[in-house]
């Protein structure tokens, strides 16, 4: 019985004292120290200046002398042949280059009838000429002829009082007399008439001289030209195409011309523009083949696309670089 009760008391004597010794063995914690934030604070020099806003654009590089040249209209042919295409894309060529060769057998056939035309209606010009000398001489003739007649009318009146001459040698007389002086005014018509025939066939040769300028030029037309010198940008026919009048050929743009054209936002429209409208130039910066290049806007578009967030600027000129 009595070792029974001593073994929980000597148990509870042992956690005692092992509370104890870890109790005095426990290391102190120091007390929690709460320190004030520090903020890094960078310091600055600010020195009085003019600065402006800056906006990024995204705009592209074109030429405002850009021409899409077309088939010319033919007076003969509504249609025609491409025969030759000697340039392709993205070539430079010089002002007054050949660019596209078109059908020209129906223009030359043309130019040819029209030339002789010219010859036929100088022609006619000169015949007239001639006839009005003639008719200028005739006169003179046919009036001395009237005269001698009349003079024969006379002496033959005389020579019938005296009963000499019979009835019919004067009735004949008289009207050889009237026939010569319808002669003579019929000659006087064609004569007076003269400017009026000369003036029409002036008129025919002036017409057939500008119909055969025409032919020329619609000759001249088949050669498509380069309106200036640049670059082609793009080729929209082949050697055999047929082509009606108005259908787009190629096009081509001076390179020696070009901006950059941007389109600016409309909540910084009214700035841009007055800026604009005060003189200011308003410079940009642009990054071509990782080069600095430095623009100018000069103007901007003259009306806003339905479709569009904002006005185009042109102009982007370059400055220096």
Known sequence: MKKIIIIPLLILAIGFGGFWYMKKTKAENEPIKIEEQVWVVTVVSVKPSALSPTLTLYGRVESPRTATLRAPTQSLNLNATVIEVPVLEGKTVKKGHRLISLEDNDSIFNLKQREADIIDIEAQIEIEKQRHANNLSALKHEETLLKLIQTSVKRLRQLKKQKLSPQSALDETQQAVERQMLQIINRRLEIKNHKARL???????????????????????????????????????????????????????????????????????????????????????????????????????????????????????????
Do not use: C, M, W
């Open 199 to 321: 003036a029409q066939l002036e008129a025919k040769r002036v017409r057939a001289i500008a119909q055969r300028n025409l032919s020329r030029l619609e000759l001249a037309r088949t050669k498509i030209i380069a309106p200036f010198s640049g670059i082609i940008a793009k080729v929209f026919v082949a050697p055999g195409d047929r082509v009606r009048s108005g259908d787009a050929l190629l096009s081509v743009y001076d390179n020696t011309v070009l901006e950059v054209r941007a389109q600016i936002p409309t909540r910084y429209q009214g700035t841009v523009l007055d800026a604009l409208a005060a003189g200011h130039q308003l410079q940009a910066n642009a990054l071509v083949k990782k080069k600095s290049v430095f623009l100018q806007l000069n103007r901007v578009s003259g009306q806003i696309n339905p479709d569009s967030g904002g006005i185009d600027g042109h102009g982007f000129s370059k400055v220096h670089s």
